[in-house]
């Protein structure tokens, strides 16, 4: 079972931040937050991850609240192409066997012109 | 580096029948994982190798079986097809080292089964 929470669909406007939160009230100590988006009928796509810092990249930022039970990944300036459904997903590292990504039901996002 | 590959990209079976489909990694990578997506269950883990041992598996009868070769690229098989095995099969390439779950998905192979 995936260990996170996420609403269903969002949307925002071409060229505006797009926040999409994520709960994870029960993350251990050791797992992280991973996220991924599936662009329509392609694989999903790695964006970012993080364990207790915020983190950015080319892409994204990642933001993880102080207790670690919920997160935020922002695109900065959303574009048509970053519609997709996007994946919050709570994992350990590569560890042992029980290593694995679960994933949810996403929140789709809709980036409107 | 190329990225993921999978074939065929698309297939259509009958029931009863098997079915193997095929992912080649990026290379360098030595951990490839199958994944499972229909509309009702989303994306559902199947298994993972690593160094042509299976490490990790998923909830599946034991129809679904798989295989690593040596240079990582992988097979999965389907035996004795259902309906319900229509889906999306994705396979995931990583290098499978201790570390952070960072995956490259192929674009996956559409199954049909009729």
């Known amino acids: 079972d995936a260990k996170t929470t996420q609403p269903p669909s969002m949307d925002c406007a071409e060229g505006r931040a797009a926040n999409l939160p994520c709960n994870h009230s029960t993350i251990s100590g050791n797992e992280y937050v991973y996220w991924y988006r599936q662009i329509h009928s392609q694989g999903p796509q790695y964006i970012i991850h993080g364990l207790k810092n915020n983190e950015t990249n080319e892409m994204a930022s990642l933001i993880i609240t102080e207790d670690r039970k919920s997160s935020t990944l922002i695109l900065p300036h959303a574009t048509l192409r970053d519609t997709a459904v996007y994946y919050c997903i709570v994992a350990t590292g590569r560890t042992g066997a029980n290593s694995k990504l679960t994933f949810g039901k996403g929140i789709t996002l809709s980036v409107r012109p | 580096k190329a990225g993921v590959t999978q074939t065929p990209r698309y297939l259509i079976k009958t029931r009863g029948q098997q079915v193997t489909l095929s992912c080649s990694p990026i290379?360098?990578?030595?951990?490839v994982s199958w994944y499972q997506q229909t509309p009702g269950q989303g994306l559902q883990f199947l298994f993972e190798y690593f160094s042509e041992t299976q490490r990790n598996k998923g909830n599946f009868p034991g129809r679904f079986s798989g295989r690593q070769f040596s240079n990582s690229r992988s097979e999965m098989n389907v035996s004795t097809l259902e309906l319900g095995d229509s889906a999306l099969y994705l396979c995931a390439s990583s290098l499978g080292l201790a570390g952070v779950l960072r995956q490259f998905f192929g674009p996956g192979t559409r199954l049909t089964v009729l």
């Open positions: 290379s360098g990578h030595r951990s």
